[in-house]
């Protein structure tokens, strides 16, 4: 067969360019993707058709072998030598040449490119591909002094793009309206409530909510692409919220500019009102179970934080009796003198419960960051799942029911007026008229609703593509804990050994650095989000 590669052993570089191309290990690969391969050799034309003509199996594909085949033709062809597939019998136990074709990236694009438009019913992500889709943050502007009416501002910055803006909670209102107007078969996550006279706590939980509603928008493949997200996240000019109105609301929908929506039909499975409802089943419990998780782990954090201060109160009660500086009496103590070598070494103890107290503290803000806010990236997609599943309840099912009635009613209107006859012929041929204009209606909402349906099966693989966010959190959970009570045994360790001699009378050392201040609870902005690092999700 042309593509049979019959001597010479496979150098490492064909099978990184075969990797690359075929992630999943398919034993077809397009002939688009040879050709591209093959025009990054940089070679002439006629060259580059004489390799594909040795090698093509004429059915629009190659195989591995072929792949190897014409990599190792495009070799010889840049050492000037001409294009015969005999010459590789002089490669018989030894390693096939190694062409140059330059950065290997764009293979990988374009071959998943082409998977993705040959096979438009599977989503053809990984959650790798889709963490490198984008990366956002966003963190709070400090406040302008001198302001009379004071305006919440973010900064966004997105890596993709390169970008930084600065955008106020109204303009994200304004740009998830513009998405659901847009793109009303998509999951559009939930955006987080708005209040008025909000305090720091407030604000800081609702940039993480923020943050959340933008990372899954980046990572959606269909958004990410968008005009719409493009301009929220590159456009530095003012009134941002009335732009975006202007130019994006009163655009057509996503099933009038796709070139799916002709063929929707044919890319809805028999089945899949059946898989819908199971899919929404299976997933609404999957909300519940992770809802009721997070909902204990909030509650670990907070017994974290408050054991933190315990320690920290435990800290400075003894900190206060060891630093008493009225002497006890020989009345009062009588023979025991216990007592002035005990209060001598509680300050040094305190010390080992305000370590303590650290570590609890610095515990609970790691499983805050790392383990219950992932929870609620993957709980936002949950939601933003069930709340498309209701507008296609609501919208597309509710229109089309609809337009079948009132075409009943027409046809019924038109029967009888048939029956009458007579004077009834200009009503007839008026009826006839509006029957084939519903018709006309009937036939595009079909077409909305099959469109509809095949968005409802992207949008449920996306869910699937992205619950290893759960395994990362297991993973974080884990990790967290384990490093946790690493550090607390420490602590305990070294305490158990410092009682031991306060036991047996001996002095300890002084204390190295005094209590610190009360703990702030975890959603108290720290440091960094007022140095402007603010939080990013952990990968």
Known sequence: MADELT?????????????????????????DVIVKILMKSSLPKQTLSEIWNAVDTKQGYLTRNGLYKALALTALA????PVNDKLLDGFAGQ?????????????RVLSTQIRRERVPNLLNYSFEQLRELDSVSVNLVPEKKGLLLK???????????????????????????????RFPYRMVPPLPPKKIGANKEFLESRRKALIRFLTLVVRHPTFHESEVT????????????????????????????SPLAGQSKDLVP??????????????????NSISNIKDILDQDVRRKMETAKG??????????MGSDSQPVSAWAMGQNEFWPKIKDNLSVISTEFSTLSEK?????????????????????????YKDLCERHEKGVLRDHQSALNKMANIKKKKMTATIKGGEHVGEVEQLSSRIIEQESQIMTMENRNYFSLHCLQMETQLVYANIQILADVMQALAQCELKGHEELVDCWKALSSKTSQMNYGRRLSMPPTPIPSPITSPTTPSSAAVNGRGFIFPE
Do not use: W
């Open 78 to 81: 840049q050492q000037g030598k």
């Open 360 to 384: 609890h503290a610095k515990q609970s803000k790691f499983s805050l960051d790392a383990v219950v806010e992932r929870l609620a990236l993957q709980l936002d997609l949950l939601q933003a």
């Open 151 to 181: 305006h919440v501002e973010y900064e966004v910055k997105s890596a993709f793009y390169k970008s930084s803006v600065s955008r106020r909670y109204n303009d994200f209102i304004a740009f998830s309206d513009a998405l659901v107007v």
């Open 311 to 320: 320690m920290l109160a435990f800290a400075r009660e003894l900190n206060s």
């Open 270 to 287: 028999m089945d899949t009102q059946v898989q819908f409802g199971n899919s929404k089943v299976q997933i609404n419990r999957l909300f």
């Open 95 to 107: 390693e096939l040449p190694k062409p140059s074709l330059g950065d290997l990236a764009d293979l």
């Open 230 to 257: 493009r301009f929220f996240l590159t456009f530095s000019g003012s009134d941002m919220t009335t732009k975006i109105k202007q130019q994006f609301c009163n655009l057509p929908d996503e099933f009038v500019t």
């Open 7 to 31: 001597a010479g052993s496979v150098p490492p570089y064909y099978r990184e360019v075969y990797d690359i191309v075929c992630p999943n290990q398919e034993s077809k690969i397009d002939r």
